[in-house]
């Protein structure tokens, strides 16, 4: 019989499977405990963060995103995930690969840096599940699933902002126009992709499905996760989530925030609903610790993202990863 591993299983754990027990307050912060390793063998999904804040508009801090998420998720790795009531990770291999390396100081090789970090990784089988870092780092991501994947993919945006403003410059860093490069490049389907909970004003959504805030609180969670599943259907799929979609209540510590959104409560409902959709690629973007109060943003992301791992693990068990 496996002797359980007291303390440090980031670093301690030989195999990728199965969690150790840990003192939530002290140790060695992987996300949710998983092993620190560079080595892809037998990883189904692998945890990244990129963090890059150069590309904001507003307030930055998002740089710091990816350590405050693997921080904030030491509860989560302590109890089963609820309302899931399983180990996600007896059934899913999931690795913490570290962060992107880049050069911030020369921002023209940043993107390169970005696309080839993904490549990487997806060239041995695994799902990619990336922390931010501002929401450019979609941009890249998403050249690099379009690359494995074929294009162009549906995406599911969650956020305030459409991120379709216009930007022809070939080597701008902007978190709010990539969706734009991205449709023009053919990455993604704008027909059969959805942006949910968005309150800020676009004269042109560029035919992206948009399910914006008033409407999901109109009509409610659930029925914005099936028109999120009916326009995607069964089309290969990215998921991004802009923790700014939250309401500022829920998540005040984000680069521009904007009042009236989706609740904490609204958010991990329709994440928990995703089985259906064929993932092929996740982030979570935008956490700016230095405008945080109790952790309780960096709290909401690293729910969305285990969230995210046991709908991922329903998958492989149906035969659907």
């Known amino acids: 019989m496996t002797q359980p591993i007291y303390g440090d299983g980031a670093i301690r754990r030989d195999g990728l499977y199965g969690s150790s027990i840990e003192n939530t307050y002290a140790g060695v912060l992987s996300f949710m405990r998983r092993k620190y390793t560079r ?7 692998v945890i990244s963060g990129v963090p890059l804040d150069l590309a904001v508009t507003f307030r930055p801090g998002a740089r710091l995103g990816p350590a405050a998420v693997r921080a ?25 690969y570290g962060d992107c390396w880049f050069d911030a100081h020369n921002p023209l090789t940043i993107t390169p840096s970005i696309v080839e970090h993904a490549r990487t990784i997806l060239a041995s089988g695994a799902k990619m599940l990336t922390f931010g870092g501002d929401h ?17 993919l549906s995406l599911i945006h969650f956020d305030a902002h459409c991120d379709t403003w216009a930007d022809d410059s070939p080597d701008s860093l902007n978190h709010g126009t990539m969706f734009y490069k ?25 035919g ?29 799929t990215y998921l991004t989530f802009d923790i700014d979609c939250l309401d500022p209540a829920f998540a ?3 680069g521009t925030p904007v009042p009236a959104g989706l609740s904490s409560a ?49 998958q492989k068990l149906k035969g659907r990863f």
């Open 182 to 206: 991205a449709i023009k490049d053919g990455l993604i389907d704008p027909k059969r992709s959805v942006q949910v909970g968005i309150r800020t004003w676009n004269d042109d959504f560029m």
């Open 39 to 45: 080595d892809l063998t037998g990883a189904d999904v």
């Open 208 to 236: 992206m499905n948009v399910l914006d805030a008033p409407w999901v609180h109109a009509n409610g969670a659930q029925a914005t996760l099936d028109r999120i599943i009916e326009i995607v259907g069964d089309n290969p």
């Open 136 to 152: 450019y780092i979609t941009y890249p991501l998403l050249k690099a699933h379009a690359e494995k994947f074929g294009k162009p």
């Open 252 to 254: 005040p510590g984000t």
């Open 266 to 314: 609204q958010a991990l409902h329709i994440i928990r609903g995703m089985e259906p959709v064929k993932l092929i690629g996740m982030d979570v973007v935008e956490v700016s610790p230095p405008f945080d109060q109790s952790e309780i943003t960096a709290l909401a992301a690293a729910h969305i993202a285990a969230d995210l791992l046991c709908v991922l693990r329903n």
């Open 72 to 96: 904030a998720s030491v509860q989560l790795a302590e109890l089963k995930p609820f309302p899931w009531g399983f180990d996600p990770f007896d059934d899913l291999a999931v690795i913490d």
